[in-house]
Nanobody, 122 residues
Framework: VQLQASGGGLVQAGGCLRLSCAASGSIYSSHVMGWFRQAPGKEHDFVAAIRWGIGTTYYADSVKGRFTISRDRANKMVYLQMDSLKPEDTAIYYC????????????????WGQGTLVTVSS
């Protein structure tokens, strides 16, 4: 599966952005689509995930209530709606696919997109 993330940009604190991830190849109901982010000098952090089949969603505590993950199964798209953005949300955001069904660990995800940069100014 190949993944292509887009939608990043520069936004003021309190603003919003919507990230998109287009997938090509086969995605099965047991798979999980996730978003991670990497701030400068830091490790990849889990942001959100969604089970491809039943649509159950999961969030990091730091984004719960502000970010919403969704998917469009017909078009193989995953979205991350980011509201009430904060400067600490600044990072490169990656979409990835987990075939094992694991959710929050980088090691659970084998296919990654190229990342899209989100910059939140104060």
């Amino acid at each position: 599966v190949q993944l292509q993330a887009s939608g990043g940009g520069l936004v003021q604190a309190g603003g919003c952005l919507r990230l998109s991830c287009a997938a090509s190849g086969s995605i099965y109901s047991s798979h999980v689509m996730g978003w991670f982010r990497q701030a400068p000098g830091k490790e990849h952090d889990f942001v959100a995930a969604i089970r491809w089949g039943i649509g159950t969603t999961y969030y990091a505590d730091s984004v719960k209530g502000r970010f919403t993950i969704s998917r469009d199964r017909a078009n193989k798209m995953v979205y991350l709606q980011m509201d009430s953005l904060k400067p600490e949300d600044t990072a490169i955001y990656y979409c990835a696919i987990s075939r094992s069904g694991g959710l929050r660990l980088v090691a659970d995800y084998k296919d990654w997109g190229q990342g899209t940069l989100v910059t939140v100014s104060s």
